[in-house]
């Protein structure tokens, strides 16, 4: 009896499998094609980045410089770029970055396959390069990208801020880039802020300016470890830190709305004494 019922459960099994089968194939068919991959012919060493949300209006704009390695001669330079107004770009060896002559790329944005298409006036020969772009966008609500969200604090006062969300291909969404994992580069990434926010990103801070006629301010953070795109982070708004606690020589914080620091300490507490196990379980200090 009990054969008989492993039997009918196997027999099910098979059989729902290949329904599943049936279904992706289906769904292969009648779904639109998956957008190529990207060429290994050039590839992103460094990015530096630069952004100025405007939190009140959901606006953003931003340039960026990408450190290029080109391997092989290319007629232009693709990369990744979805809901973006890119104003300008520009391609420079590496070598002749003082140079006033550059090699100027018309846009053609391929909206349907998420690219942006450089095509150069001559071939490009192998190499390092420069490409510096401009653009701007939108924060938007979708919570992917660089967007808005909105907090509220123990009297109910609402505060909205600019956050960001990668993962798995939405770095796309906030600057042009080469949004496939294996595209590892690093990353030096400036924002300016109002004068009662701050901001939060994946290194500590190297610098900060203020702009006398405006009272706002430019935060740089360090230059990160070489990592994939859908890693990048960046929070902007009226944040204060709990006071260190320090654990295996790492300092501990834990970032709230202003007024509320009080509600990161549990977090705190309880990091300080993961991170020394994770130390020991794993034989690796925290990097």
Known sequence: ???????????AGLAGMAIFGMNLAAARETSPEIPP????????????LFFEPDITAGTFRGKE???????NRVEKIVLHCVGLKVNSAELRPAKDTSSKESATAPI????EDSQLVLSSPKPIDPGSYNLSLTFSGKLNEKLCG???ATMRDNAGHQTVIATTQME??????MFPCFDEPSFKASFKISVVVDGGNTAISNSPIAGESVDARTGKRTITFG??????????ALTVGPFRPTSPVVASGVPIRVWALQGQEKLGAYARSVAARLIPFMVN???QPYP
Do not use: N, Q, W
């Open 223 to 232: 230059e990160t470890p070489k990592m994939s795109t859908y890693l990048v």
């Open 65 to 71: 410089s990408i450190a290029l390695s080109v391997a």
């Open 1 to 11: 009896m009990r054969s008989a019922k492993v039997i009918s459960c196997l027999l």
């Open 168 to 173: 798995p291909t939405d770095a796309r969404r």
């Open 146 to 148: 660089f967007y808005r």
């Open 37 to 48: 991959r990207l060429s290994r012919s050039v590839v992103p060493v460094a990015y530096e």
């Open 108 to 111: 053609d944005m391929t909206a």
């Open 281 to 283: 379980y794993f034989g």
